[in-house]
């Protein structure tokens, strides 16, 4: 099919450059064929006084009659120049179109393996932030006007919550990547691992919830240090899994 459009289009510059010659010729040949008619016309006329002093002005007439028609039929020759031209150029084969190339195909949808654990990721960030005002007020019963108490569990608290979106995001735009091409064992596992840091997270969030709840319901020395020490496992797993991030 290449080898094809390349001849036509060669094909095609031929016959330009035969009708482009045509045309520069027969500009050539009229041009010639003017100038001859003058030569000749001032020639005879230089004649004709010299042999008869009383040249008739009649015969200038003549001499102009033949320069119309010698003239007429240089028009005609470039006018009969000028259709073949125009048949040449109409017999003239239209250019076939190139083929149209093919569109790439993407999938619409994203593979069933790899949703799963997008599922799971965007389950786990919803059940926090729904609940952004039960953990305000649990704070608020445990601490009350202690506002350092309460700014300090609710940045931890919140840098969790920020994590568990970080990995959701980051997981979709692995998919993104993953899905348009085949699943792989190698691909699972590594959304499997941003499932398991937040399933991490979410557990030392829950056990700070759980502390929280038993040192509101009865507060002691010793539900007090437990508060803190699931505060400080969530603010390590945190920052931890942050960092690697």
Same mark, same amino acid.
């Given at each position: ?18 009708? =482009? ?10 041009? !010639?064929?003017? #100038?001859? #008619?003058? !030569?000749?016309?001032?020639? !005879? ?8 002093? $009383? *040249?008739?002005? /009649?015969?200038?007439? @003549?001499?102009? =009659?033949? =320069?119309?028609?010698?003239? =007429?039929?240089?028009?005609?020759? &470039? ?5 073949? +031209? ?19 195909? &993407? ?14 990721? +965007?389950?786990? /960030? ?8 039960? *953990? ?11 506002? !350092? ?7 931890? #608290? ?5 994590? &568990? +979106? ?37 557990? %030392?969030?829950?056990?700070? #919830? %759980?502390? /929280?709840?038993?040192?509101? $319901? ?5 539900? $007090? @240090?437990?508060?803190?020490?699931? /505060? ?12 690697? $991030?």
């Amino acid at each position: 099919m290449a080898q094809k459009r390349k001849k036509n289009s060669r094909n095609r510059r031929q016959k330009r450059g035969m009708i =482009g010659n045509m045309s520069v010729a027969g500009l050539v040949i009229s041009l !010639i064929l003017m #100038i001859v #008619i003058c !030569i000749m016309m001032a020639f !005879i006329t230089l004649l004709s006084f010299a042999l008869n002093p $009383h *040249f008739a002005p /009649l015969h200038l007439l @003549d001499l102009f =009659g033949l =320069g119309l028609s010698i003239y =007429g039929i240089v028009c005609c020759a &470039l006018e009969v120049n000028r259709r073949q +031209k125009d048949k040449l150029l109409a017999a003239q084969p239209e250019p076939e179109p190139e083929p149209a190339k093919p569109e790439v195909q &993407l999938p619409e949808q994203i593979p069933e393996p790899y949703e799963r654990y997008l599922v799971v990721l +965007k389950k786990t /960030l919803d059940s926090y932030e729904e609940r952004d005002d039960e *953990f305000d007020q649990l704070l608020e019963d445990c601490f009350g006007g202690s506002n !350092i108490a309460k700014a300090r569990y609710s940045t931890v #608290i919140d840098q969790a919550r920020r994590l &568990l +979106k970080e990995n959701y995001e980051r997981a979709e735009q692995a998919v993104e990547l993953f899905r348009f091409s085949a699943v792989t064992k190698e691909r699972c596992s590594i959304l499997q691992q941003y499932v398991d840091d937040s399933n991490e997270v979410a557990i %030392n969030i829950e056990r700070v #919830i %759980n502390e /929280l709840a038993k040192n509101r $319901h009865h507060s002691t020395n010793e539900t $007090h @240090d437990a508060l803190n020490d699931s /505060l400080r496992e969530l603010a390590s797993t945190t920052s931890r899994y942050s960092s690697n $991030h």
